[in-house]
């Protein structure tokens, strides 16, 4: 199993009322893949993994297994608090038809090397191929070139997330693993210099509002065509540091509305974006939407 290309962490579509809307969901993934994403993965925090029931994500992974229908590899966020959910969840994602999972570290406890080596081993005992989400900025734990060597030898672990924030770690990957794992970029506005440095994928979320721009940006800069890549990516860099900020699923379902008209309703805690926060953000995502449509 590898995995390479543009994988947005699809957003989890709501009613006014903050029910699932599966319809508003499947025709995203749709559209998604029809703009030539080379995977999707669903129930990522993005996609307010945390604020779903587990009855909810149940629905989510089989509505979007029906919609993808085979076309790409299809992969579930996994975000648990104890190792034995973790390992259910592995199990239970499979069952429901999920091809391969982005494991987070627990959410409850931050783990130390040995515990964080340990989380991961249970976790793969779940049957599926796993891409470890590295997120040291939100989650506290660093899953750092010594704990993937202790993790090297686990087959089912086959790719990471690098969302540390330190372009630098790209390069170290390389170094200590060759191509052992498949590296992702997972920050936005980081992945014109994660491509110069040769990752192979890219886990995004403002693909969510431009899929068919986003793959385009991934194509020409993975193939060196950076005088193509630079212009696009430099236009869109603006919105691309919406998908680092704290608010960034009301950010990215605001800029999914304005471009295709998609539901922007979240679950509490998180609110409705007002103000001048939200006039900030809308001009951002206006301005980059015309001028993509005049270049």
Known sequence: MTWSGVFPAATTK?????????????????????????????LPMLGENAALTQAEKDKVVPAAKEVVAGRVPLLSGLAELSTDDA????????????EGLMVFPSLAYRTDRRETIAWYKAVATGG????????????????????????AGVPEIVAVKEETGDIRRVTDLYNAFGDRFDIFCGVDDLILES?????????????NAWPDECVKLFNAAKAGDFKAALPLYR?????????????????????????????????????????????????????????????
């Open 195 to 207: 491509l110069a440095l040769g990752v192979v994928g890219w886990v995004s979320g403002m693909t």
């Open 87 to 98: 390992v259910a969840a592995a199990k239970n994602y499979r069952k429901l038809g999920a």
């Open 235 to 295: 236009l869109m860099t603006p919105a691309f540091h919406l998908d680092t900020d704290v608010k960034l699923v009301q950010y990215i379902k605001l800029a999914e509305h304005l471009v295709c008209g998609a539901p922007e309703h979240i679950r509490p805690p998180r609110l409705p974006l007002e103000g001048e926060e939200r006039a900030r953000v809308e001009a951002v995502i206006r301005k980059t939407i015309a001028d993509l449509n005049g270049a």
């Open 128 to 151: 599926l191929p796993i891409m470890i989400y590295n997120n040291p900025i939100a989650y506290k734990v660093d899953v750092d070139v010594p704990t993937l060597e202790g993790l």
């Open 14 to 42: 709501m009613t006014a009322s903050g029910a699932l809307d599966l319809k508003a969901m499947q025709l995203s993934i749709d559209r998604l893949v029809k703009g030539g994403v080379s995977g999707v993965i669903v």
